[in-house]
């Protein structure tokens, strides 16, 4: 199977007060360290980002057609922009994802429109995988000003993923860096 991934790399950091792809972590940036991983398992690569220093790492920059919509308009954007129907999404902030858990996502495609995995925690829709099929249900969230993917994720054909077991072996496989401080 032929995988896209879409990094999301594009998100304000306000939070974090600065570029959070840019940051290092373990002496690379979090935007090299998610294209590290997911470069196996990808067939193309794609940075959803509209900052134009997310260029230099040698993969196309996509930016949001519709802006300031949040993740779903980095999503849509790219879903169009993919040679792929299955893409894998990784929200850069998540440092802690591991091949093993993009392993464990890509064997359950089946015939659903997303895969997302959840804890007891919730769901994490920025580390899933989304069919091309979903572009025109995103185009209709998108004009109607509905951002939420959990909205999104509850009309598509949705594989919920219970992910408990894969936390067990490593409890920080969700954790995102948002402030300076989860650095």
Known sequence: MQITTIILAGGKSKRMGTDKALLELDGETLLQRSINLCKPFSSELLISSNHQSHTTFGYRV???????????????SCLKQSSNDWNLVLSVDAAYVDSNFLEFLLSNTGDSDAVVPFTEKGAEPLIA????????????????????????????????LDAGKLLEKNNRLFTNLNRPEDL
């Open 62 to 76: 996509v930016e949001d057609e519709i802006k300031n919509c949040g993740p779903i308009g980095g999503i849509y």
């Open 129 to 160: 995988l989304y069919n091309k099929s979903m572009c025109p249900t995103m185009e209709i969230k998108l004009k109607s000003g509905d951002y939420r993917m959990q909205n999104l994720l509850k009309e598509a054909n949705t594989n919920w």
